[in-house]
C-alpha cells in the first residue's frame, strides 16, 4: 500500500541536477511531495492532481502521470538548501470508509555538498 | 498563528506505562491524522479523523486510542507501552478532502519523541 520512492539516497554537487520517483499501485487522486530536514517536520512542497497538471516550486517541479500512477520531483540546479530528505505522499480512496487516506513513501534523502 | 501544537516534545516511557499524546490545531481543519516515524524510515499513517466523533485506522493502528471530541484536538492514547512504539510521533492536518492545491496540504506539528525502555 506504501509508495514506493527511488532512489533511496543520492548525493549530489551544488548546481547538479536530480530525479527522485515515486510509483503506486493504487489508484490516485493527487500526489504530495514533502521535504524533511533532519529533527524538523515534513515541510509540503507542491501537489500535483489528476490530469496530469504539474506544480512547481522554486527550481524544484513534479510530474503525475495518474495512468501509470507515478509521480517525479525534478530538483534543477540544486542548492544546499534542498538537503534533506523527500516523501511523496499519495492520496487514494479507502472503499470501506469513502474517506482519502495520505500515505507516505520511505523517502529519498538528498545530501548536496558543495 | 499556532498551527499544529504537539506536546510533550519529549517523554520516555517503562514498559506498560500509559501516556497521552495531545495534538491541537487552530485552523479549523477537519481532518486531521497521527503518523509515527522510526529512524531513518518514512511516515505510517496510525490513525486519521475525518471530523468531531469520526475517526478510522491508519496502516499501524495497533496499540493506540484516538478520540475526536472537538474540531481543534485530536489525542493520541498509547494503553500499554512497548518498545516497538519507541518513535517519532507527528500529528497533521489538512482543511478537507477537496482536490485543490490551496486546501489538500498537510500541516504537520513538530513531532513528539517518544522512548519506551
Redesign the interface.
Known amino acids: 500500500?506504501?509508495p514506493v520512492q527511488s532512489p533511496q539516497a543520492v548525493i549530489l554537487r551544488e548546481g547538479e541536477d536530480a530525479v527522485i520517483n515515486c510509483s503506486s499501485s493504487k489508484a490516485l487522486?493527487?500526489v504530495?511531495w514533502?521535504r524533511q530536514k533532519h529533527g524538523?517536520?515534513?515541510?509540503?512542497l507542491?501537489?500535483l492532481?489528476?490530469g496530469g497538471e504539474q506544480?512547481g516550486h522554486e527550481k524544484i517541479s513534479a510530474s503525475f502521470n495518474e495512468k501509470k500512477q507515478q509521480s517525479s520531483l525534478y530538483l534543477t540546479a540544486s542548492q544546499l538548501s534542498y538537503s534533506g530528505t523527500y516523501?511523496c505522499?499519495t492520496?487514494w480512496v479507502?472503499p470501506n470508509?469513502g474517506?482519502?487516506?495520505?500515505?507516505?513513501?520511505?523517502?529519498t534523502r538528498l545530501t548536496i555538498i558543495p | 498563528n499556532a498551527g499544529v501544537t504537539q506536546t510533550p516534545k519529549f517523554r520516555i516511557l517503562k514498559i506498560g506505562q500509559s501516556m497521552t499524546l495531545q495534538c491541537t490545531q487552530d485552523m479549523n481543519h477537519n481532518y486531521m491524522?497521527w503518523?509515527r516515524q522510526d529512524p531513518g524510515?518514512?511516515?505510517?499513517?496510525i490513525y486519521?479523523s475525518?471530523g468531531a466523533g469520526i475517526t478510522?485506522k491508519?496502516?499501524v493502528p495497533n496499540g493506540y486510542n484516538v478520540s475526536r471530541s472537538t474540531t481543534e484536538d485530536f489525542p493520541l492514547r498509547l494503553e500499554l507501552a512497548a518498545p516497538s512504539q519507541t518513535s517519532v510521533y507527528?500529528c497533521a492536518s489538512?482543511p478537507s478532502?477537496e482536490?485543490?492545491?490551496e486546501t489538500?496540504?498537510?500541516?504537520?506539528?513538530?513531532?513528539t519523541r517518544l522512548t519506551v525502555t
Open positions: 500500500q506504501q487522486y493527487s504530495h514533502y524538523e517536520a515534513p515541510v509540503f507542491m501537489i492532481l489528476k506544480k516523501f505522499g492520496r479507502d470508509f474517506n482519502e487516506k495520505l500515505t507516505f513513501g520511505t523517502g | 491524522y503518523y524510515m518514512g511516515l505510517k499513517l486519521y475525518v478510522d491508519g496502516e507527528f489538512s478532502g482536490w485543490t492545491a489538500s496540504p498537510l500541516h504537520f506539528g513538530n513531532g
